[in-house]
């Protein structure tokens, strides 16, 4: 059995670096290492070149910032070309365990399961948002797994973030590659919805890992953008009419949620943001218009 890893990157070296060192440290070693650069600025393609030598890597080096989707497409399908039994998907912040593999592995069944995940914690915390389960059946939206259940040896999900996905090559097979196009956010759980007709998500809790960027999901920034087009992107795929006035009554409320904040910190010129980011976020995810949005964008 054969394993690869898929880390994505952008302008954050000094994470990337402390990430490859845990990937390197994994007492089940990985057969091969896939780094995919987003046009970082900050010294990583040298950094990165140190490795053209070693062939356990391939570094992938994209002309401009694709986004993390993109990114982890083209690491997907690197894997995918190198034959390795599994892929194993991380961003350059997640710092996996030295037994993160190995544990995973003492419960790998393929006749049984073709994706696996650990436990994600954040400044020693766990944090649930990363393992989810589908709330409803006519209805895009996802429930965090229950704190209590992590107590357990396992749990089964129905999705997992790109934040430590274990995923054996014959789901990659069957449903093909994440969507590029999503630039960030919702790519993962887009790509783990097409897994429900083969396998669910076996999630094993001796398997740490350690996410050191805290979770913006509740603070407003561009990335609300990604965030509402994609999901109603998804209701639209999956869900029909139903799921897309479902879609819209939860970008609703965000929109309020959102609101109410730039009111309580007197930002009231935020307001008008937060509804022209939504206005084109709605747009564009009822229309199919997809891909990085350079109004939308790190500043």
């Keep these: 059995m054969t ?17 490859i060192q845990n990937v390197e440290k994994q007492s089940l070693k990985f057969n091969h290492i896939i780094i995919v650069d987003n046009h970082s600025s900050d010294g990583t393609l040298e950094y990165l070149s140190s490795f053209n030598e ?33 892929v194993l998907l991380i961003d350059d912040d997640a710092m996996i365990e030295k037994n993160y593999i190995f544990n995973i592995n003492k419960y790998i069944d393929e006749k049984k399961c073709l994706a696996y995940s650990g436990v ?7 944090y649930t948002r990363h393992r989810t389960r589908l709330k409803y059946k006519k209805c895009y939206q996802l429930s965090n797994v229950p704190i209590q259940e992590y107590d357990a040896d396992y749990f089964w999900c129905d999705s997992a973030t790109f934040c430590g996905l274990l995923i054996n090559r014959k ?13 960030i956010w919702e790519d993962d759980a887009e790509y783990c919805l097409r897994f429900k007709d083969y396998t669910s998500i076996k999630n094993i809790n001796s ?22 087009r994609n999901n109603l992107d998804i209701s639209k795929r999956y869900y029909g009419l139903l799921g897309i006035g479902y879609c819209l009554l939860r970008i609703g409320g ?7 904040k730039e009111i309580r910190y007197f930002h ?13 976020a709605i747009r564009d995810g009822l229309s199919g218009k997809l891909g990085k949005n350079c109004k939308y964008l790190p500043k």
């Design 207 to 228: 398997a740490i890992l350690n996410h050191k960027t805290d979770a913006t999901f509740d603070v407003f920034s561009w990335k609300a953008y990604y965030g509402a």
């Design 171 to 183: 789901i990659i097979d069957l449903i093909g590659f994440p969507n590029k196009d999503y630039f």
């Design 120 to 126: 994600v914690k954040t400044n020693g915390n766990i």
């Design 268 to 280: 009231y010129k935020g307001i008008s943001e937060v509804f022209r980011l939504h206005k084109d």
């Design 54 to 86: 070693n062939l356990k890597y391939r570094i992938i080096l994209l002309d401009e910032n694709r986004g993390g989707a993109y990114g982890f497409y083209e690491g997907i399908k690197c894997a995918f070309a190198l034959l390795d039994d599994w």
């Design 3 to 19: 394993f690869a890893v898929v880390i994505v990157t952008y302008n954050r070296l000094n994470l990337l670096k402390e990430c």
């Design 254 to 260: 965000r929109i309020l949620v959102y609101s109410l």
